[in-house]
């Protein structure tokens, strides 16, 4: 489905903006670290090569530009810890939700906390393995559901928990929906490369600190089946994203709560991807999300 082994999308030391093949170090493998890439031409989920110009990486942008990308689903309550520590059934069925484009953002912009949700208590951190999906397809069943994807990234669910759960009898998009609030990347690692999402370690440090620490073995639905699932009577299209939930440890289900407040730095980490580094502001006037 695709040339490159790790999608990025940057902007080089000449002011362009391209999609690339992270070049990294040969220390590591977190693709926050790549300080070059190979220019990829040609449309990224069609017909594309990897070309051998190499561009240095100023500034690594949001995986995919705002005309590449699709609809953004979510799931909710998909670990089994995580469901635990919220005191909740396991769902029978994925629990999904959308988020807006807008909510999109790089993996080290700000996200920026807007005026109503600076009211109260409720700022939370979620890390989540992410899909992009490849290719489109419909009613696709769970031995090929994996065929469909075109790699895979990190990102944080950023919560509001008192406008998600506590008013208005719950506003799941509204308290998870504000501009920023979905960061992921640093890039996009090809399908090819990770057999088996199911086995990968999950993590949030706050300040420093780590928060969460999970393994996608824990999901309740898999991969495989929530795409299968999702993709009942529904086409998913090249350039969708789906969160697919969050492990134990999140903010309001520590014992105190341990809500994010201006100035912290989270940090989310997938195995074999890499991490996202991003501040919370308070927003100002003219504060924008880079997409």
Avoid at 13 to 31: E, H, K, R, V
Avoid at 259 to 267: C, N, P, Q, R
Avoid at 272 to 278: D, I, K, Q, R, S
Wanted: overall charge negative.
């Amino acid at each position: 489905m695709s040339d490159f082994t790790r999608l990025v999308r940057f902007m080089a030391n000449d002011g362009q903006t391209y999609y690339g093949d992270a070049i990294l170090p040969s220390d590591t493998i977190d693709i926050s670290q790549a300080t070059a890439a190979r220019i990829i031409e040609g449309d990224i989920f069609g017909e594309h090569h990897v070309t051998d110009q190499i561009e240095d990486i100023e500034h690594l942008l949001c995986p995919l530009a705002p005309a590449d990308v699709g609809t953004v689903r979510c799931l909710g309550l998909n670990y089994a810890d995580h469901a635990r520590e919220s005191k909740m059934p396991a769902p029978k069925f994925p629990v999904l939700f959308y988020k807006p484009a807008t909510s999109l953002a790089g993996p080290s912009d700000a996200i920026p906390i807007p005026d109503m949700a600076q009211e109260g208590a409720g700022l939370d951190y979620e890390c989540e393995l992410v899909i992009i999906i490849g290719k489109q397809c419909t009613n696709v069943s769970e031995d090929d559901a994996l065929d469909c994807i075109m790699g895979y990234s990190v990102g944080n669910d950023v919560s509001h928990r008192e406008w998600q759960i506590k008013h208005g009898g719950g506003q799941w998009s509204l308290g998870k929906s504000f501009d920023g609030w979905a960061p992921f990347g640093p890039g996009i690692v090809s399908s090819r490369n990770i057999s088996n999402p199911q086995s990968l370690k999950i993590w949030t440090k706050l300040n420093g600190d780590i928060l969460q620490s999970g393994d996608t073995a824990d999901m309740i639905f898999s991969v495989k089946k929530s795409i299968a699932f999702l993709s009942r009577g529904v086409t998913l299209m090249p350039g969708d994203i789906i969160f697919t939930g969050t492990p134990a440890g999140v903010g309001s289900g520590r014992t105190p709560p341990v809500w994010l407040k201006d100035g912290d730095i989270v940090e989310v980490g997938l195995e074999h991807v890499g991490t996202c580094t991003n501040k919370v502001e308070y927003a100002r006037a003219n504060a924008v999300a880079r997409i």
